[in-house]
């Protein structure tokens, strides 16, 4: 199954430059969702949204100079 918006503009994401102001958007977003899905005891959201902030923070690299984690084992996946 495929999702798209018709009315969405067609960005090609291999040549966008990131905007590091909504790169760190999309991790505060997840954080947020991932603390909800801790709230609400959903492990497998959990592990889900693990692997989204890891996969954020990989790309982010000094995007997120100042922007604090819930996780210490997260911390130490951003210093490598």
């Known amino acids: 199954m495929t999702l ?28 947020f969702a991932r603390q909800n899905a801790i709230d609400l005891n959903m492990e497998n959201a959990v592990h889900c949204l693990d692997l989204a902030l890891r996969s954020v ?18 911390q130490r996946l951003r210093a490598h």
Not at 6 to 15: K, L, N
Not at 57 to 74: N, R, V
Request: aromatic residues 4%.
């Open 4 to 31: 798209s918006n018709p009315h969405a503009e067609h960005i090609d994401v291999a040549h966008a430059e990131r905007d590091p102001q909504e790169v760190r958007a999309l991790a505060r977003l997840i954080v």
């Open 57 to 74: 923070l990989q790309e982010g690299d000094s995007t997120f100079d100042g922007l604090a984690f819930p996780d210490s084992s997260l």
